[in-house]
């Protein structure tokens, strides 16, 4: 990597906070520094736009949030700016081959987290994430039409993958399907994954991709290492996921997200 990096655009969840969702003190630091240099910041996630505001507002971010992936971009105020919903014949099958897997289904849609049970497997994690309640409910219904994002959910990690090779099979392009978490799988409209995001901000901000450094940890932020200019893997990240970076941080519970900006970008000399 070589010249200016004019925008950062991070993972959340494993990534920007640690596993316990802390964002620490070092973390907002080299955020206001990126600022304070004129390098612009961006957040994205497979959470909700809402469930991100608890990093939104300590960082004072003013660029888009891309939320569920890059399904619904928001400002930082929650005002909507573009979504990417499911057609509702993807969704209905998405629905079916996860039900056939035996994995629990969610259902994002509009403002509304829909869940079959209250006491589902991560339903509680998720929810001190996001910072608010499902709806619960065993039938979709109208919800399925507007769509944003489909999760299967099982902690037998085995069926995950089965499940995740299973669906992008069955659906092909006509969704995106990537496990967010080893316990996650997340479908979405098929422009709605990280690199659409790279794509979508570089639309929306006039940034050229070969000009953005991302930073993530998951399998699905390959998507966006490939398309921006630098890109830097967590070091709790696989090795498939290192391999595709072009430089490995710290873990995330080791300041990874504020070394990798230090080393990399601050005292890079790409900035």
Request: net charge negative.
């Amino acid at each position: 990597m070589s010249g200016k990096i004019e925008l950062v655009l991070a993972d959340v969840d494993g990534t920007l906070v640690t596993k316990e969702k802390i964002l620490t003190e070092r973390a907002v630091r080299a955020v206001r520094e990126l600022r304070r240099r004129g390098i612009r910041f961006a957040i994205t996630s497979g959470r909700p736009p809402k469930g991100m505001e608890m990093v939104i507002r300590p960082l004072e971010i003013t660029e888009p949030v891309a939320g569920f992936n890059g399904g619904l971009f928001t400002r930082p105020d929650m005002t909507p700016i573009e979504a990417r919903t499911l057609p509702r014949a993807v969704a209905d099958k998405t629905v079916s081959i996860l039900r056939d897997h035996k994995v629990d289904v969610w259902v994002y849609s509009g403002e509304d987290w829909l869940v079959p049970v209250r006491d589902g497997p991560h339903v509680a994690r998720e929810e001190w994430t996001v910072k608010f309640p499902p709806k619960v409910t065993s039938d979709f219904g109208a919800a399925l039409d507007a769509a944003v994002k489909i999760v299967g959910v099982s902690d037998d990690t085995g069926l995950m993958a089965r499940c995740e090779r299973d669906v992008q099979e069955a659906l092909g392009d006509t969704a995106s399907a990537a496990r967010s978490q080893p316990y996650y799988l997340d479908v979405t409209h098929p422009d709605a994954n990280k690199g659409g995001v790279v794509a979508s901000l570089s639309r929306m901000l006039g940034i050229a991709p070969e000009t953005m450094a991302t930073l993530g940890d998951q399998p699905n932020d390959v998507l966006m290492f490939r398309r921006s200019g630098m890109s830097i893997a967590m070091g709790q990240a696989s090795d498939e996921v290192k391999a595709a970076a072009t430089f490995v941080s710290t873990s995330s519970e080791e300041e990874g997200f504020a070394t990798a900006i230090e080393r990399h970008i601050l005292d890079g000399g790409a900035s």
